[in-house]
Nanobody
Framework: QVQLVESGGGLVQPGGSLGLSCVAS????????MGWYRQAPGQQRESVAT???????KYADSVKGRFTIARDHAKNTVYLQMNRLKPEDTAVYYC??????????????WGQGTQVTVAS
């Protein structure tokens, strides 16, 4: 069974920085695209940033130049460094990954979510 576990959320002041991590574990053969999504209260879940197995990155326009996604293939981990945070970045952030696992094949997996609150 595959699990994604996020860490690093919290409360930060506007203009501050925060880093998120997400580790994939289980009977993993290979991990394809990994990404971060977020959902604010009353809003739909939206893509924040994704990174392919070949390190190609994509960002939402709202976070370009402020957020950086990276991954460590050896550690099955994806990171999101968030700088110059704004109150509108407040949301629950979810890790997502497309993973090929033994006995199951390729599946789409989600973490449990971590709260990021930007407020003074």
């Amino acid at each position: 069974q595959v699990q994604l576990v996020e860490s690093g959320g919290g409360l930060v002041q506007p203009g501050g920085s925060l880093g998120l991590s997400c580790v994939a574990s289980g009977s993993i053969v290979s991990i394809y695209t990994m990404g971060w999504y977020r959902q604010a209260p009353g809003q739909q879940r939206e893509s924040v940033a994704t990174i392919s197995s070949g390190e190609i990155t994509k960002y939402a326009d709202s976070v370009k130049g402020r957020f950086t996604i990276a991954r460590d293939h050896a550690k099955n981990t994806v990171y999101l460094q968030m700088n110059r945070l704004k109150p509108e970045d407040t949301a629950v952030y979810y890790c997502n990954a497309d993973i090929w696992s033994y006995g199951i094949g390729v599946g789409d997996y989600w973490g449990q979510g971590t709260q990021v609150t930007v407020a003074s």
